[in-house]
């Protein structure tokens, strides 16, 4: 199926999504973090729905710090590797994340007073599935961030991903509930310390938010289509349990993020 380059009313109906009640069930509320869950009657992967309030962040640094590549390796332990691939406007890319195998269609979106990030997977003849990776599908993924004041903002992120593999959903499903609050604790602490990072690291470069530093190549959504979950192989992870997966994220969620 071809792609569609998410426009206002996409954006909108992302939000609206986000800061709905209805359909919602409250499964974790500690620490500053609140989780909810959504059950799809079309996919046995539900929906997970987190809000953190982070108390002397400005919404503007928290849209740096997702945006930031070059400063989620300092964050991101679960990250392996990512890379951008190339644009298809002003405020949409193409890019990889591997912690399991990611390609992406990203695209963000000031309204309002509120910034949004939305991606979901494509894609690309030129990045098919790594060997030794399993390739995910993020079916919706994004960001919405409300300012609190000039220095306090409120961050929510939405996902409905199938990791793909041979685990169990209930699994997948358990041990996203318990390793989410802690990536999003990490990105506060993170953020927390960015405006510091970023005057020692090209200050001024922020393609996110003036498209005339880019140095990606255009891409055409001609050339991506939308990934679908049954066409992609289960690889087998029979080994697997949900003890281990449940460690195996609170281990990578809680490794050291310093270094310049």
Do not use: A, F, Q
């Given at each position: 199926m071809p792609v569609e380059i998410p426009d206002d009313s996409a954006f909108s109906s992302f939000r609206d999504q986000?800061?709905?009640?209805?359909?919602w069930s409250s499964?974790?509320?500690l620490g500053g973090v609140t989780v909810w869950c959504r059950e799809e009657e079309t996919t046995t992967v539900q929906k997970l729905k987190m809000r953190i309030v982070c108390k002397d962040v400005s919404p503007e640094t928290l849209y740096d710090v997702l945006h930031d590549t070059s400063y989620r390796r300092k964050w991101d332990s679960n990250m392996i590797e990512t890379y951008d691939i190339g644009r298809l406007n002003a405020n949409t890319d193409v890019g990889y994340?591997?912690?399991r195998d990611f390609v992406t269609m990203r695209s963000w979106l000031p309204l309002g007073n509120d910034f949004l990030?939305?991606?979901y997977?494509?894609?690309h003849p030129d990045h098919p599935p790594k060997k030794d990776f399993v390739r995910a599908v993020s079916l919706l993924t994004g960001y919405l961030i409300q300012s609190n004041g000039p220095s306090s903002s409120t961050l929510y992120y939405l996902t409905q991903m199938d990791p793909k593999g041979s685990l169990p959903k209930?699994?997948?499903n358990r041990a996203s509930q318990l390793v989410a609050p802690k990536a999003m604790r990490r990105i506060y602490k993170a953020s927390l310390k960015y405006p510091d990072w970023k005057r020692r690291h090209g200050p001024g470069l922020r393609p996110w938010l003036f498209p005339d530093q880019s140095v990606l190549p255009g891409v055409s959504?001609?050339?991506l289509s939308l990934q679908?979950?049954?066409s992609l192989q289960n690889i087998d992870e029979s080994c697997a349990s949900e003890e281990r997966t449940e460690r195996t994220g609170d281990e990578r969620t809680n490794h050291s993020d310093e270094g310049d």
């Open positions: 986000v800061l709905s009640p209805e359909g499964r974790y509320s994340y591997s912690c990030i939305i991606n997977s494509v894609k209930w699994v997948v959504s001609e050339h679908r979950c049954d």
